[in-house]
T-cell receptor, first 109, second 114 residues
Framework: KQEVTQIPAALSVPEGENLVLNCSFT??????LQWFRQDPGKGLTSLLLIQSSQREQTSGRLNASLDKSSGRSTLYIAASQPGDSATYLCAVWGALVTFGKGTKLSVIP | ETGVTQSPTHLIKTRGQQVTLRCSSQ?????VSWYQQALGQGPQFIFQ???????GRGNFPPRFSGLQFPNYSSELNVNALELDDSALYLCASSLEGTGPKGVFFGSGTQLSVL
């Protein structure tokens, strides 16, 4: 059974800092890994999708990497802004999709 | 705005009752999936429907059931509600073959069971 772990559970940083969110998974037989953003009480917004054959994806200030062999992915956020405050979820797509519990990010002005 | 709409946005029920949640897919999407997200947890996959047939199910009991209609809208039905069913229920739609790249989530229905 796939298990997805996200560390840290919560993170508070001052505006402008670069930060890294971590996601690990136990079964490397995955098709894709996807990072989502969730604002309180809202649905999920897709940020980046990494195919299993890829090593990284970039979108604006966001960069996600994938190391299937070690079962790890990181989401790098450059020059953080207060608007980045949200919960970030990692989802692993195999036979079924498995989500982590998320990292709650607070960016302090 | 993803084009996936869910109703109602909030719902309060008592233990033992039945509930129906609704989801309208994004135009052109033929696949819908449902997720349960308890407070402080990640979404848990309930099941997926493709062309009105269930084609994938997570670890949820049979009292969780669903329907997909010819217009690809969908319902999630939960019978004999339990306190632990209190959660945010999310619907996502996609076009079969696009994989997770084309998955779009609604804003969810917050269900409280008292």
């Amino acid at each position: 059974k796939q298990e997805v772990t996200q560390i840290p559970a919560a993170l508070s940083v001052p505006e402008g800092e670069n930060l890294v969110l971590n996601c690990s998974f136990t079964d490397s037989a995955i098709y894709n890994l996807q990072w989502f953003r969730q604002d309180p009480g809202k649905g999920l917004t897709s940020l980046l999708l990494i195919q299993s054959s890829q090593r990284e994806q970039t979108s604006g200030r966001l960069n996600a990497s994938l190391d299937k062999s070690s079962g790890r992915s990181t989401l790098y956020i450059a020059a953080s802004q207060p608007g980045d405050s949200a919960t970030y979820l990692c989802a692993v797509w195999g036979a079924l999709v498995t989500f982590g519990k998320g990292t709650k990010l607070s960016v302090i002005p | 705005e993803t084009g996936v709409t869910q109703s109602p946005t909030h719902l309060i029920k008592t233990r033992g009752q039945q509930v129906t949640l609704r989801c309208s897919s994004q135009s052109g999407h033929n696949t819908v999936s449902w997720y349960q997200q308890a407070l402080g947890q990640g979404p848990q996959f309930i099941f997926q429907y493709y062309r009105e047939e269930e084609n994938g199910r997570g670890n949820f009991p049979p009292r969780f059931s669903g329907l997909q209609f010819p217009n690809y809208s969908s319902e999630l039905n939960v019978n004999a509600l339990e306190l632990d069913d209190s959660a945010l229920y999310l619907c996502a739609s996609s076009l079969e073959g696009t994989g997770p790249k084309g998955v779009f989530f609604g804003s969810g229905t917050q269900l409280s069971v008292l």
